[in-house]
């Protein structure tokens, strides 16, 4: 019936058709034609009833054909899906290793995944934008190859549980040194490396500032000078020492050079202590806190040492404000973080619907104008000190604080800002190691200089935190923490040999070119050494603390997020005049 009916249907739309077409016959010719009509109507209402059996046989055949092709496809894909095939709960390497790349695409694959899309959209941007940077040669490309070959080369190394700024380390000496392919290398502008060297460290050292604990520092205040000073100055008289008389450098170079070696990276450091505090080592004492802060205030003590000396010998600037320009700078980062961070207490408004964003542009913009403003007018040291300082004191009082109005957010943001920095910093130290610039009859010597300089070091670093409540442990991890080079040396290795160029003394470019040389060492040494003690020796020294649960956190944040926005009205949070008073304690 339905096939006679749709038979009918059919006919009866050709001849709406022939009429509109003016095709129907005549009145006089009606008749004479009604045969042929009918003829015309049964092989159409055929047709239609041979295309509808057609179709009744087609769609018994393809279930058939589906469930065929759909088994093959899932014998195809079965052995390369996860769940089927689950990681084992004592993994090794291997079966780890082929884990994380089953479908579909999860954990720190998927995220590299998602980036390498994200960056091909940009490339291509670029190229439509800047046309010849953006091509192979050009910086741009260069930047963005090296982004991705480090994240690349970090995930491969924290594959064998070492810390991934090796590979970033490691990857960026490559690019830099291999003949065929240091053409990347040499492609990337140093203006534009070290403008992002300066950005990546002022986002560590914001996300250090928001993880220094007041009470730990308030504790350790002693601690913390002693282990700045101590290490700092002993190291740099055992290299002068070493350097007069194992190099042959005159006094003034050898303490030169003291100043270079003993400056440690907060660089290597922050982030390997972060990533155990993260885990929960370390924190019931607060030795994250303590590196982290003696860190900066070790740098500044270099830097100024530094700067003092290479003003003696090269007889530039004035004598007495190079020597008070260290104490100078860390009073000038100090004061500026203490103004900063006191200002985003307040700003944005406890009635804006964008807290966490605002609060992010102004702990961003303020700390990128203290580290690039304090190079502007040449007081360099202020810079990472300020940095420390602002988000040190934001924390103090966002930490009284929930939901969105509290230091967990900004946390996370600078978390996934240092995601995308981290790769950029290290792979651009990397790329700072020119093994062709290393002379070879200095390396042995410069490597027994480094040595005695580090062995005091390790010994003064332990002697250090006596009387600080540290047991024999936490007391052993301390010189170990104490020993990565890497951002200070990259940044003022070279200072001393351009000055000899200026100058044109060739006496003094062939001391800047030992200098220089024994600076590179120190990085190829002890950067990744210093970075696998810590993440080895970290979990086996020190204690381990129980760390909030994630997701209780998580459901936290979004409970208090569906409370009204006048979260500064919650008798929990302390009134201004307190929060000043505990800061001025501190």
């Known amino acids: 019936m339905m096939e006679s009916a749709d038979a009918e249907a059919v006919v009866s739309d050709h001849n709406e058709t022939m009429k509109s077409n003016g095709q129907m016959p005549k009145s006089a010719d009606l008749c004479t034609n009604e045969q042929d009509q009918k003829h015309v109507n049964r092989n159409i209402e055929m047709e239609v009833i041979s295309e509808s059996d057609r179709k009744d046989q087609d769609f018994d055949e393809k279930p058939k054909q589906c469930l065929k092709l759909r088994k093959c496809c899932l014998d195809f894909v079965q052995p390369l899906q996860t769940k089927h095939h689950p990681l084992p709960e004592k993994a090794s390497i291997c079966e780890r290793f082929v884990f994380s790349l089953r479908c579909p695409p999860h954990g720190n694959l998927m995220m590299y995944i998602q980036f390498l899309v994200i960056f091909g959209f940009i490339w291509a941007t670029l190229i439509s934008l800047i046309g010849n940077e953006a091509l192979p040669g050009g910086n741009i490309f260069s930047l963005l190859i090296l982004f991705f070959t ?10 064998v549980r070492l810390p991934p700024l090796l590979g970033m380390l490691i990857i960026g000496a490559v690019l830099m040194n291999v003949p065929v392919i240091k053409v990347i290398g040499v492609g990337i502008n140093k203006d534009w490396s070290g403008a992002l060297r300066q950005v990546a460290l002022t ?7 928001l993880g220094l604990d007041p009470k730990a520092l308030r504790k350790l ?3 913390v000078f002693r282990l700045a000073f101590s290490p700092c100055l002993m190291e740099c008289v055992a290299e ?3 350097a007069h008389y194992l190099l042959g450098f005159p006094w003034l170079w050898g303490i030169m050079l003291g100043f270079v070696l003993a400056a440690v990276s907060p660089a290597v ?3 390997s202590l972060l990533g155990l505090s993260e885990h929960g080592y370390g924190l019931d004492k607060g030795i994250p806190t303590l590196v982290i802060a003696a860190a900066s205030v070790d740098d500044v003590l270099a830097i100024t ?3 003092v000396v290479l003003g003696i010998t090269f007889s530039t600037g004035d004598l007495a404000l190079n020597i008070v320009k260290g104490p100078l700078e860390a009073l000038l980062g100090v004061v500026f973080g203490i103004v900063a961070g006191v200002f985003v207490w307040f700003f944005p408004g406890k009635d804006s619907e964008h807290v966490v964003l605002f609060r992010s542009l102004l702990l961003l913009g303020g700390g990128l104008m203290a580290t690039f403003g304090s190079s502007a007018v040449n007081l360099s040291g202020a810079g990472p000190l300020g940095c420390l300082s602002m988000a040190f004191v934001a924390a103090f009082r966002w930490r009284k604080q929930k939901g969105s109005h ?8 600078i978390a996934v800002l240092w995601m995308f920095f981290q790769p950029l910093l290290f792979g651009l130290i990397g790329a700072e190691v020119n093994i062709s610039a290393v002379q070879a009859d200095v390396v042995g010597l410069g490597i027994a200089t480094l040595g005695i300089g580090l062995a005091v070091r390790v010994v003064v670093s332990f002697l250090a935190v006596f009387g600080s409540g540290l047991n024999f442990k936490e007391m052993l991890f301390i010189p170990f923490a104490w020993l990565p080079k890497a951002t200070v040396q990259a940044a003022i290795g070279a200072l001393a040999l351009d000055k000899a160029r200026k100058v044109n003394n060739e006496e003094w470019e062939i001391l800047g070119k030992k200098l220089l040389t024994i600076a590179v060492l120190s990085i190829l040494i002890t950067a990744p050494l210093g970075a696998v003690a810590i993440s080895l020796l970290g979990p086996r020294l020190l204690k381990r603390d129980a760390v909030p649960n994630i997701a209780e956190s998580k459901a936290t944040t979004e409970d208090s997020d569906k409370q009204n926005s006048v979260v500064f009205d919650n008798p929990c949070i302390i009134d201004d005049e307190k929060h000043i008073s505990e800061m001025t304690a501190l």
Do not use: H, N, T, W
Not at 150 to 159: H, N, Q
Not at 406 to 413: H, L, R, T
């Open 269 to 271: 450091v922050v982030p």
């Open 305 to 307: 040492g530094f700067g």
């Open 150 to 159: 480090c994240v690349v080369g970090g995930y491969i190394v924290s594959i």
């Open 406 to 413: 509290g230091v967990k957010p900004m946390e996370e943001i």
């Open 221 to 223: 205040s002693c601690v």
């Open 240 to 242: 002068a020492v070493a």
């Open 203 to 209: 986002v560590i050292l914001l996300r250090a500032g």
